[in-house]
C-alpha cells in the first residue's frame, strides 16, 4: 500500500521561481493537509481540503495557493519562491477531521536560494 | 484555538517507562488528543489517541485526568529505536471545520 506520496522528495529553486509539490493518497480519506517543518520546529499547518472541491487557510498560509484536484490529490503552489519557504514539506491525509489520525507522507525537502 | 505545551527534550534510558506530558488548557468539551511519533527525515507517524480516561495499544498509553487540561503519554519499557520526536495534537472544532495544529513537540533521547 502507498498510502500518501509526495513529489518530488527534493527540489532546489532560485529566488522568485515558481513550482508545484504534488500529494496523493490512495486511502480514500476525504482531508487533505500540507505542513512545513522547519529545522528544529514543529509542524505549522499551511493549508487544508476538509473534502473535495474545498479548501481553508491554516496558520501559514502566505505566500502559498493549494488545489484539491480530486479525492485524491492535493498540490501545494509556490508562485514565487523566497528563502524563507525552504523547509521540509509534509502532506498528509485523513479519513476524519474530528478524530486526528492522520496519514503523512514521506516529504518533499525544498532549498530556495 | 486549544494551544499545547510540552517539554522541550527529555532523555531515558533502555528498559525504562517514559511519561510524556502535554498540556491543553483551553480543550473544548468535543476535542480529541492525539499523539504522534517522527523520526529524522520520516514524516510523523500516529501512536494513539484519546477523549477521557485511559487509552493503551501495544505501542503506549494514554492518560487524560478528569478535567482534559493536560494529557500524559507513556511509553513502557523504551528501547534505543524509540529516540525521536513525540507531538502531542489536540484536534480543535468539530468535524470538518477545525484546524490541526500541532505543539513544538518532545525531543526524546533513549540512552544505552
Known amino acids: 500500500n502507498a498510502g500518501v506520496t509526495q513529489t518530488p522528495k527534493f527540489q532546489v529553486l532560485k529566488t522568485g521561481q515558481s513550482m508545484t509539490l504534488q500529494c496523493a493518497q490512495d486511502?480514500?480519506?476525504?482531508?487533505m493537509y500540507w505542513y512545513r517543518q522547519d529545522p528544529g520546529m514543529g509542524l505549522r499547518l499551511i493549508y487544508y481540503?476538509?473534502?473535495?472541491?474545498?479548501?481553508d487557510k491554516g496558520e501559514v498560509p502566505n505566500g502559498y495557493n493549494v488545489s484539491r484536484l480530486n479525492k485524491r490529490e492535493f498540490s501545494l503552489r509556490l508562485e514565487s519562491a523566497a528563502p524563507s519557504q525552504t523547509s521540509v514539506y509534509f502532506c498528509a491525509s485523513s479519513e476524519r477531521r474530528d478524530t486526528g489520525e492522520l496519514f503523512f507522507g514521506e516529504g518533499s525537502r525544498l532549498t530556495v536560494l | 484555538l486549544a494551544k499545547t505545551t510540552q517539554p522541550i527534550s527529555m532523555d531515558s534510558y533502555e528498559g525504562q517507562e517514559v511519561n510524556i506530558t502535554c498540556s491543553h488548557n483551553n480543550i473544548a468539551t468535543n476535542d480529541y488528543i492525539t499523539w504522534y511519533q517522527q523520526f529524522p527525515s520520516q514524516g510523523p507517524r500516529f501512536i494513539i489517541q484519546g477523549y477521557k480516561t485511559k487509552v493503551t495499544n501495544e505501542v503506549a498509553s494514554l492518560f487524560i485526568p478528569a478535567d482534559r487540561k493536560s494529557s500524559t503519554l507513556s511509553l513502557p519499557r523504551v528501547s534505543l529505536s524509540d529516540t525521536a520526536v513525540y507531538y502531542c495534537?489536540?484536534?480543535?472544532?468539530?468535524?470538518?471545520?477545525?484546524?490541526?495544529?500541532f505543539g513544538q513537540g518532545t525531543t526524546l533521547q533513549v540512552k544505552p
Open positions: 495534537l489536540v484536534v480543535t472544532g468539530s468535524s470538518n471545520t477545525g484546524k490541526l495544529i
Open positions: 481540503s476538509a473534502s473535495e472541491g474545498t479548501t
Open positions: 486511502m480514500n480519506h476525504n482531508s
